[in-house]
């Protein structure tokens, strides 16, 4: 688990960022060529991927990477992927928007005989050497768990309407915290997801679509989002109609820094969040041994583990998680 993470978001507007992890050395020493394919640097989760793997790679004056924004948008980070093959990097990470597109291109980079890291988010075939994230099935279910054990807090039995806001379509990370928290929801009749809505990981959709189910629902106890930015839209909308007070709102990702989930737990917008580790920090170990370890194979796959962040833990995370 990371210690430190920074979360700042100033790289998540840039449309391609790229950063030299190091100067070259007087020596003319070969650098190892890191190139990492993010999906979305808009998403504050994403933008402090970039700003981890940037210090960490600055540690490193042998290192250089490269950190190509995908914008959201599958067929340019397709694109950027293939032109990435072509300039050859000795170690490829890759951060998929959508799981069978990114299918392919992955394959091509491993043809190449790039080494090549999947990050968080799976895709169709197993074209990586390895594919490091955390489990988000078990994420749902612990957010399903928390959630039941507030609405019988509130109502002294298991019962309420929660309205849920779903990631891209199809992503793992959407697939499995839907399904982890239906696991638990479903074993309680009066327990109603009244209102299903994908916000594509964003506040400003998480806030427009909750401004609609607020029109059509008159009673909502808890939303239930997918990542804490959209949880936090959603409070918004509500906040706007004087409706917030009446719904408890919980997130997934635990980023440190001001604007993140574990601040907004502090605040009492969220009622919890899930802390999602960065990966990247696990990615750079696992990629530095791949680069530097003759003969070192990696484990197919590395689970990273999650915690639930409340206000009983919040300020001791706030201050593990940043600095």
């Known amino acids: 688990m990371i210690n430190q993470v920074t979360r700042r978001s100033a790289l998540a507007s840039l449309g391609v960022t790229l950063g030299s992890c ?11 060529f890191v190139a990492f394919s ?36 599958t067929s340019k980070q397709i694109a950027q992927i293939e032109t990435l093959i072509l300039q050859k990097p000795d170690l490829l990470i890759v951060a998929p928007n959508e799981r069978a597109p990114l299918t392919a291109v992955m394959g091509k980079a491993m043809a190449a005989g790039i080494k090549t890291i999947c990050l968080e988010r799976d895709i169709v075939e197993p ?13 749902g279910k612990m957010a399903g768990e928390f959630i039941v054990e507030q609405l019988k807090t509130r109502y002294g039995k298991a019962r309420g309407k929660i309205v849920e806001l779903k990631g891209l ?7 499995n915290r839907h399904a982890g928290a239906h696991e638990v929801f479903d ?9 299903e809505a994908v916000a594509d990981w964003l506040q400003s959709k998480g806030r427009e679509r909750m401004v609609e189910i607020l029109r059509a629902q008159p009673q909502i106890d808890v939303v239930y989002g997918h990542n804490d930015p959209m949880a936090v839209g959603a409070y918004l909308a509500a906040q706007e109609i004087g409706r917030e007070k009446q719904t408890i709102f919980v997130g997934v990702d635990g980023l440190g820094g001001p604007a993140g989930g574990i601040k907004k737990v502090m605040d009492g917008v969220l009622a919890a969040t899930f802390y999602y580790p960065l990966a990247v920090d696990k990615a750079m170990e696992i990629g530095n041994r791949m680069l ?31 600095f």
């Open 22 to 32: 190091g100067a070259k050395k007087a020596t003319d020493a070969k650098q190892s």
């Open 292 to 322: 530097r370890e003759r003969g070192f194979k990696p484990d197919k796959k590395y689970v990273l583990s999650s915690e639930i962040i409340t206000k009983a833990n919040a300020a001791d995370m706030y201050q593990k998680l940043t």
């Open 187 to 195: 074993q309680y009749p009066d327990i109603k997801v009244v209102h």
């Open 169 to 175: 379509l199809g992503v793992e990370a959407q697939i």
């Open 38 to 73: 993010q999906c979305n640097n808009a998403e504050p989760y994403r933008a402090a991927q970039n700003e981890l793997v940037t210090r960490i790679c600055a540690r490193s004056p042998d290192l250089r990477l490269s950190i190509s924004d995908g914008q959201q948008d």
């Open 127 to 139: 074209n990586y050497d390895t594919y490091i994230a955390c489990d988000n099935h078990a994420i």
